[in-house]
């Protein structure tokens, strides 16, 4: 396989500090990761500082190919868009070609048509922008967020072009939110422009799971440890020739990122 391809998520490693930028920098591209994930919080530790950044990727010979975005919750979703512009100038100042945008967060009480076409909107504003700057918007259904089930991630990708608004699956992510993961690949595997793969425990009802007053209890897993269907996943990724990022991700590693980092690189570099 190209192992050019296998992505770190390096966000775990911290977002508020260049050092902890460094760290994961180092850490990664010693166990051969040659891109990363980051989010956009991590950017402001620079200060907008692209020499800054840039001396920093090359100094460890590895690059970003993705920012991370989230809606913040109702009431706040006009953050989103206060420096968005400056932002986005600084990706694509790194050659970064994709950003994945992540719903609002929280679950409201009722959701209806009228609040999905709400984020529809907000989605599209930002995605309209994003492309200004020639990126890519890949929408991340994720727990606890607007678009969190099939039926909301369906009603997103039959009232958005797929022109302006293309797919970031997360495996765990999809099964969290009772997805098959497959399945809605499948489905949409012609607008999976980026992939957050990480695992998740068949048995999570008794150590994770979701409490519908939106708190978040899922415990997320290295790559091959859980129940996700990997083999399944990679076969429709190859046989629809995706060509993108394949990017290991994980919000609480067991023992330390970097060894969750390695073991997942592996997995990715033995099965996929």
């Known amino acids: 396989m190209d192992k050019s391809r296998i992505t770190a998520a390096i966000w775990p490693w911290g977002t508020e500090t260049r050092e902890q930028m460094e760290v994961a920098a180092q850490e990664v591209s010693n166990i051969g990761y040659e891109c990363f994930e980051s989010v956009k919080q991590a950017i402001y530790a620079f200060d907008l500082d692209l020499d800054a950044y840039r001396e920093v990727l090359k100094r460890y010979n590895i690059k970003p190919v ?80 607007y678009v969190m089930y099939e039926n909301e991630i369906e009603y997103c990708f ?75 996943v990679f076969d429709l990724l190859k046989n629809a020739g995706y060509d993108g990022p394949l990017c290991a991700e994980l919000d609480h590693p067991p023992m330390s990122n970097s060894i969750s980092a390695l073991n997942n690189y592996k997995f990715l570099v033995e099965n996929y």
């Open 66 to 145: 993705s920012f991370y975005y989230h809606i913040p919750k109702r009431g706040e979703e006009h953050t989103l868009f206060e420096n968005l512009e400056k932002e986005l100038e600084f990706v694509a100042n790194l050659d970064v070609k994709r950003v994945c945008l992540q719903g609002t967060i929280g679950r409201p009480k009722v959701m209806d048509n009228s609040v999905m076409d709400s984020e529809l909107e907000i989605i599209t504003k930002f995605a309209t922008i994003a492309k200004n700057f020639g990126i890519t918007t890949n929408l991340h259904p994720h727990i606890n967020t």
């Open 158 to 232: 039959e009232n958005l072009p797929a022109s302006l608004v293309s797919f970031a699956p997360d495996t765990a992510h999809l099964v969290a939110g009772k997805c098959d993961p497959c399945k809605v690949i499948e489905k949409y595997i012609d607008r999976v422009n980026f992939t957050h793969f990480k695992d998740i425990p068949a048995n999570g009802t008794s150590s994770c799971g979701f409490a519908e007053s939106g708190v978040e209890l899922f415990l997320y897993s290295e790559l091959g440890t859980g129940c996700v269907d990997f083999r399944r």
